[in-house]
Structures are given as structure tokens and as C-alpha cells.
């Protein structure tokens, strides 16, 4: 199964003091070998947002995680 991670899974991953950061890592690693993980377009552009973040930063990211981006947000997402 795949599994959809938002923007705040990550903000808490990136930060080492997040007291969210373990469960984050540990549902990381959990979701990529439960059958993968992707991310939306929108979170793309959040995590773009985030502070320390750029394109090459986000790209190597997701290369090495082996995260999907899911680019299209057809209708049915939305209800």
C-alpha cells in the first residue's frame, strides 16, 4: 500500500529537536517499506518553502527516499 505524507511529517523529520522527529522517522521508514510513499504536488511546494530548503535540496531528498511525487491533483482528490 502506498501511503501519502504531508508537510508536517517531514518539518517534524528535518528537525532533530522536534519531539515528533522519532515517530517521524520510524513511520518514514515504515511507509517506504510498506509499500512506498508519495507526496502530493502542494507538499512539494511546501517542503520548497521550508527553511535550509531549495529544489536540489528536495530533489536529493526524494532521489534517496525513493519518495513519488504524484503530480496530478485530478477532481477526485478533492472530495
Known amino acids: 500500500m502506498t501511503t501519502a505524507a504531508d508537510t508536517n511529517i ?3 523529520l528535518w ?3 522536534d ?3 522519532s515517530l517521524a522517522q520510524a513511520g518514514l521508514q515504515e511507509a517506504i517499506q510498506g509499500g512506498g510513499l508519495v507526496i502530493s504536488a502542494p507538499v512539494y511546494a511546501e517542503l520548497l518553502a521550508a ?3 531549495d529544489e536540489d535540496v528536495i530533489k536529493r531528498f526524494i532521489h534517496k527516499t525513493g519518495i ?3 503530480w496530478s491533483m ?3 482528490i478533492w472530495g
Open 68 to 70: 513519488a511525487v504524484d
Open 19 to 21: 519531539s515528533l522527529n
Open 15 to 17: 528537525n532533530p529537536e
Open 51 to 53: 527553511p535550509g530548503s
Open 74 to 76: 485530478d477532481e477526485l
Open 10 to 12: 517531514f518539518v517534524a
